[in-house]
C-alpha cells in the first residue's frame, strides 16, 4: 500500500523555469492539500482540495497553481519559479475535510531548489 | 485568531531519559490539539490527538500528551526514550468552529547513546 506519492524527490530549477510537482493518492480519500515547509516556519497550506472538483487557497497561495485531476491525483504548478520558492514541498490527503477525524497522511516530500 | 508556538526549536537527551516537548496555543475558542512526528527523510504522520473528555491523551510509540486548558498548553512526554524516536515533532491546532489547521514550527528530538 504506497499512500500518498510524492515525485519528483528532488528538483533544482532556475528563476523563471515553470514546472509541476505531482501527487498521487491510493487510499480513496476526498480531500488533499499541498504544503511547503520551511525552516523555523513550520508547515504552511499553500491549496486545499476539499473533494473531487474543487479546489480552495490556503494560507500561502501566491505563485502557485493547483489542479485535481481526478480523485487520486492533486498536482502543483510554479508558473515562474522564483527564489522564495525554495523549499520541501508536501502533499497530504485526508478521508474527510473534517481534521478532527480525519488525519492527514502525507508524502515524503518534494525538496526543490530555484537558483 | 488561533496559533501554536513551539518554545524548544531542539531537544538534546540522552537514550532512556525521560522527554517533554512543550506546545503552547492562543484561542478564545475551545481547540482541537494534534501532535505529529516527521521521521527523517519521511512525510509527517499523526501521533496523537486531543479532540475531547480525558486530558490526558495516549499516541503510539509510548507517546503521550496532556491537555491544560488554564495554561493553553498541550506538552508530549516520553518516560523514556529511544533511538529511534530521533525525529521532528510538530504540534498543531484547530479551533472547532473553522476548516483551519496551523502547525508550530517544530522541535527537533535528537536521541544521543
Known amino acids: 500500500n504506497a499512500g500518498v506519492t510524492q515525485t519528483p524527490k528532488f528538483q533544482v530549477l532556475k528563476t523563471g523555469q515553470s514546472m509541476t510537482l505531482q501527487c498521487a493518492q491510493d487510499?480513496?480519500?476526498?480531500?488533499m492539500y499541498w504544503y511547503r515547509q520551511d525552516p523555523g516556519m513550520g508547515l504552511r497550506l499553500i491549496y486545499y482540495?476539499?473533494?473531487?472538483?474543487?479546489?480552495d487557497k490556503g494560507e500561502v497561495p501566491n505563485g502557485y497553481n493547483v489542479s485535481r485531476l481526478n480523485k487520486r491525483e492533486f498536482s502543483l504548478r510554479l508558473e515562474s519559479a522564483a527564489p522564495s520558492q525554495t523549499s520541501v514541498y508536501f502533499c497530504?490527503?485526508?478521508?474527510?475535510?473534517?481534521?478532527?477525524?480525519?488525519?492527514?497522511?502525507f508524502g515524503n516530500g518534494t525538496r526543490l531548489t530555484v537558483t | 485568531a488561533q496559533s501554536v508556538t513551539q518554545l524548544d526549536s531542539q531537544v538534546p537527551v540522552f537514550e532512556e531519559a525521560p522527554v517533554e516537548l512543550r506546545c503552547n496555543y492562543s484561542?478564545?475558542?475551545?481547540?482541537?490539539l494534534f501532535w505529529y512526528v516527521q521521521y527523517p527523510n519521511q512525510g509527517l504522520q499523526l501521533l496523537l490527538k486531543y479532540l475531547s473528555g480525558s486530558t490526558l491523551v495516549k499516541g503510539i510509540n509510548g507517546f503521550e500528551a496532556e491537555f491544560n486548558k488554564s495554561q493553553t498548553s498541550f506538552h508530549l512526554r516520553k518516560p523514556s526514550v529511544h533511538i529511534s524516536d530521533t525525529a521532528e515533532y510538530f504540534c498543531a491546532v484547530s479551533e472547532w468552529n473553522t476548516d483551519k489547521l496551523i502547525f508550530g514550527t517544530g522541535t527537533r528530538l535528537q536521541v544521543f547513546p
Open positions: 497530504a490527503s485526508s478521508e474527510r475535510f473534517d481534521r478532527t477525524n480525519s488525519p492527514l497522511h
Open positions: 484561542s478564545s475558542v475551545s481547540v482541537y
Open positions: 482540495s476539499a473533494s473531487e472538483g474543487t479546489t
Open positions: 487510499m480513496n480519500h476526498n480531500s
